[in-house]
């Protein structure tokens, strides 16, 4: 990222509207221990949703996308509201281990990553996607990759370090 731009760092927890920027990255974490305090943050969701709307770049992984989602149900079921970029709920309620590694294609970009996540998605059947993922052995997962306006979503985190590899992908999800 630093080779492409100048990198400022903000909170989605704390932060109550994002930085200037051309690009925003959700490297992904674990929301399910934020959900109250990105719910409550009601500024930042705004100001992320509006920057989509707005033709802003985001890529989001696993957690980020997550946050992305319209909804996030918590173990114990209570669901917390999110930005709603996309329209889809992602639930830590009957949890379940997801893991391996991944190769993604999209328009002849191969993206490398792994996937590791506990939650499942739903209501994601009209959400627009983009390339198709493989496991390590080359056998096609379900692991989607969501695409709305310049944002891009995925429980895949890509490894993006290798030279090129992040103005291609930037390229590609421009519109």
Same mark, same amino acid.
């Given at each position: 990222?630093?080779? =492409?731009? $100048?990198?400022? &760092?903000?909170?989605?927890?704390?932060?109550?509207? %994002?930085?200037?920027?051309?690009?925003?990255? %959700?490297?992904?974490?674990?929301?399910? &221990?934020?959900?109250?305090?990105?719910?409550?943050?009601?500024?930042? @969701?705004?100001?992320?949703?509006?920057?989509?709307?707005?033709?802003?770049?985001?890529?989001?992984?696993? !957690?980020? +996308?997550?946050?992305?989602?319209?909804?996030? =149900?918590?173990?114990?079921? /209570?669901?917390?509201?999110?930005?709603?970029? &996309?329209?889809?709920?992602? #639930?830590?309620?009957? +949890?379940?281990?997801? %893991?391996? *590694? @991944?190769?993604?294609? =999209?328009?002849?970009?191969?993206?490398?990553?792994?996937?590791?996540?506990?939650?499942?998605? #739903?209501?994601?059947? $009209?959400?627009?996607?983009?390339?198709? #993922? &493989?496991?390590? @052995?080359?056998?096609?997962?379900?692991?989607?990759?969501?695409?709305?306006?310049?944002?891009?979503?995925?429980?895949?985190? *890509?490894?993006? !370090? /290798?030279? !090129?590899?992040?103005?291609?992908?930037?390229?590609?999800?421009?519109?």
């Amino acid at each position: 990222f630093k080779e =492409i731009g $100048n990198v400022i &760092f903000y909170s989605p927890v704390t932060d109550e509207k %994002l930085p200037q920027a051309d690009l925003v990255y %959700l490297p992904g974490g674990y929301p399910e &221990f934020y959900t109250q305090k990105l719910a409550e943050n009601s500024s930042m @969701r705004q100001s992320i949703k509006d920057f989509a709307e707005e033709g802003g770049q985001i890529i989001a992984e696993c !957690g980020g +996308m997550m946050y992305l989602g319209k909804s996030i =149900i918590d173990k114990k079921g /209570k669901e917390y509201p999110m930005v709603g970029i &996309f329209d889809f709920t992602t #639930s830590m309620a009957d +949890m379940k281990l997801h %893991l391996g *590694y @991944r190769k993604t294609l =999209i328009e002849g970009l191969e993206l490398l990553g792994h996937e590791f996540h506990y939650s499942t998605i #739903s209501g994601e059947e $009209n959400t627009a996607t983009i390339g198709e #993922s &493989f496991s390590a @052995r080359d056998k096609k997962v379900n692991t989607k990759v969501f695409q709305y306006k310049n944002v891009i979503a995925s429980y895949t985190h *890509y490894y993006l !370090g /290798k030279k !090129g590899v992040l103005k291609q992908l930037l390229n590609i999800i421009k519109q």
